[in-house]
């Protein structure tokens, strides 16, 4: 996930299994939403790397 979506084209250009979802880490329903579809597309995280930069809206 991430605000760059040029940059994740090209990162799932490269990868044989990759979504692409955006997320303003600002925002807790943004948050929310995004981590409902990706569960409901791929199954509970096993793993999260927080790299944004910033001070996100919500602590997992």
Same mark, same amino acid.
């Given at each position: 996930? $991430?605000?760059?979506?040029?940059?994740?084209a090209e990162?799932?250009?490269?990868?044989d299994r990759i979504e692409i979802r955006?997320? $303003?880490l600002t925002d807790s329903s943004a948050i929310h939403s995004m981590v409902d579809a990706a569960t409901a597309a791929q199954g509970p995280a096993t793993v999260l790397v927080n790299n944004?930069?910033?001070?996100?809206?919500?602590?997992?």
């Open positions: 996930m $991430d605000l760059n979506t040029n940059g994740l990162i799932a250009a490269q990868a955006t997320c $303003d944004a930069r910033g001070r996100p809206a919500y602590s997992l």
